[in-house]
């Protein structure tokens, strides 16, 4: 199988070393042309949302993907990647919400919910019934959640991780541990 | 392990961490709130707040300080992207300083004036991440035991000529594949030569790079400059005078963060790199006469 990995900005090198751990083939999107290869899966990385979000846009990247995941292609988002697939997004600065850029996860997502990099942290605790290592870095989380979405993981009461349909995002950086577990859940999705 | 120093090696690991999370990149030197909602606008993936570009720090001479804490939250207030700010080398309190005041990342930077001519700062006794200037590998190195999370390449700031980053980034690389060539018994003594500790030495040998992540920075003033960084190997850029010092600041920043991105399409490249208007003027370093490279070694 073929996982593509979002490659405008941010840790998406990181991603493609754990799905390699696991023997998947791993290709890069960095325009829209490399929307139309051939792959089984998307992953949307952890990095700068703003940044993100513009390039998808800008380079047309943001409707052929959206495409594609609302018919059904297994999408991870991480951080920044949650952020680029909530239907709603709250920029903790007052007012409106806004739509991320692919805005395919019914949920609401607050940006820098931790504050800057001195509230960054790591911990260990339940991800879908199975303890793996957590590392939020300036991360958000999900303020809200449609009914029909699972929540995978709070911390601290906040939502971290959650499913729905096809879709998986997480608060925190699974590519950034050693542990493959939550890449594994992915690959099973 | 004491508890304590098991939060300072979860500390530098986030802090490394953070620095990840900026790859592929632009960080983008701003003066003022008007101009990091510009640099945040156009893609940057993080500002550096100073007072004054590098360019206008060499035209007006005299010593060059931290910046007023003032100005450093009304650009916090004035974006969501990750702010750093740069502290003169040595001076441990303007870090405090910036620490106090919940900074995203200190660059301990060349650009201002030394404020100590023998030691760096004790990096590790901050919560707070830090970047530092390298021009080779032993400088990187020396700055990474030190504490920094980051490094990027010295260059020549505010000149907008890029030979000494291109020199610096090609330096520091040759010096990784000639660590990576070496029998495991020759180690010890490339750790004298760099007078670094072995582990460190032993991770560049094992991992054909630094343990930490690695900018372009100084005199980039083009689309061209910044691909041609990532093609040497840097894993971002920091642009300072060469966007808030050309003739049309937006368009030109979107375009260095286009070409951040796609570094090895050179048609994306040419049509980003179409109608910038004026880059920065420049200076080469055969006409300055301050050499900030040569700064904290």
New interface residues.
């Given amino acids: 199988m073929t996982t593509a990995v979002l490659?405008?900005?941010?840790?998406?090198?990181?991603h493609e070393s754990r799905l390699k751990e696991l023997g998947e083939t791993v290709i890069e999107l960095?325009?829209s042309d490399d929307c139309a290869l051939a792959f089984d899966r998307l992953i949307l990385p952890?990095?700068?949302s703003?940044?993100q979000s513009?390039?998808l846009k800008?380079r047309g990247m943001d409707t052929l993907l959206r495409r594609k995941i609302e018919e059904g292609m297994p999408t991870f988002g991480t951080?920044?990647g949650m952020i680029l697939l909530a239907q709603h997004v709250d920029?903790?600065?007052g007012g409106d919400t806004q739509s991320g850029a692919l805005a395919t996860f019914p949920a609401c997502v607050r940006?820098?919910a931790y504050?800057?990099?001195?509230g960054?942290?790591?911990t260990v605790d339940t991800f879908a019934d199975m303890q793996v290592p957590m590392?939020f870095?300036?991360a958000p989380y999900l303020d809200s959640v449609e009914d029909s979405v699972s929540v995978l993981s709070r911390v601290d009461g906040n939502i971290v991780a959650a499913r729905w349909k096809n879709q998986l995002v997480t608060a925190f950086?699974p590519e950034?541990d050693s542990d493959t577990s939550v890449h594994e859940y992915f690959l099973r999705m | 392990m004491t508890a304590e120093e098991r939060d300072a090696i979860?500390r530098t690991?986030?802090?490394r961490?953070?620095a990840?999370?900026?790859?592929?990149?632009v960080i983008m030197d701003v003066t003022t709130p008007e101009q990091a909602r510009i640099a945040?606008?156009a893609?940057?993936?993080?500002v550096m707040a100073l007072e004054r570009i590098p360019a206008d720090i060499r035209a007006a001479g005299g010593v060059s300080r931290m910046s007023d804490p003032k100005m450093i939250k009304g650009i916090?207030e004035a974006v969501?992207?990750?702010?750093m700010a740069k502290v003169r080398i040595g001076h441990f309190v303007e870090a405090q300083v910036l620490?106090a005041i919940?900074?995203?990342?200190i660059d301990e930077s060349e650009v201002l004036s030394p404020a100590d001519d023998i030691y760096h700062i004790d990096k590790t006794a901050f919560?707070?991440?830090f970047v530092c200037g390298a021009k080779d590998l032993g400088e990187a190195l020396r700055r990474i035991s030190e504490g920094a999370t980051m490094i990027r390449t010295k260059g020549e700031p505010g000149t907008g000529d890029v030979v000494q980053a291109v020199s610096h980034m090609r330096a520091m690389n040759a010096q990784i594949r000639r660590i990576v060539s070496m029998r495991e018994d020759e180690l010890w003594e490339e750790a004298k030569q760099l007078r670094v500790s072995v582990e460190l030495v032993q991770y560049v040998h094992d991992h054909s790079k630094l343990p930490v992540v690695n900018f372009a920075a100084g005199g980039i003033a083009t689309p061209a400059d910044a691909a041609l960084m990532m093609q040497l190997g840097a894993e971002g850029v920091f642009v300072g005078s060469g966007i808030f010092a050309s003739g049309d600041p937006v368009k030109r920043a979107r375009a260095i963060?286009?070409a951040?991105?796609?570094f090895n399409?050179p048609a994306?490249i040419a049509e980003l790199s179409e109608d910038l208007g004026e880059a920065m003027v420049g200076i080469n370093k055969d006409e300055i006469e301050l050499l900030m490279a040569e700064r904290g070694k």
């Fill in positions: 490659a405008l900005q941010g840790a998406f090198a990181e960095r325009d952890g990095g700068e703003t940044v513009k390039l800008e951080c920044a920029n903790g600065q940006r820098n504050g800057r990099q001195l960054s942290f790591h590392t870095i300036r950086h950034v | 979860t690991k986030l802090n961490e953070l990840q999370m900026l790859k592929g990149g945040e606008e893609g940057a993936c993080a916090q969501s992207i990750p702010v620490q919940d900074i995203d990342y919560d707070v991440p963060v286009g951040t991105t796609s399409d994306k």
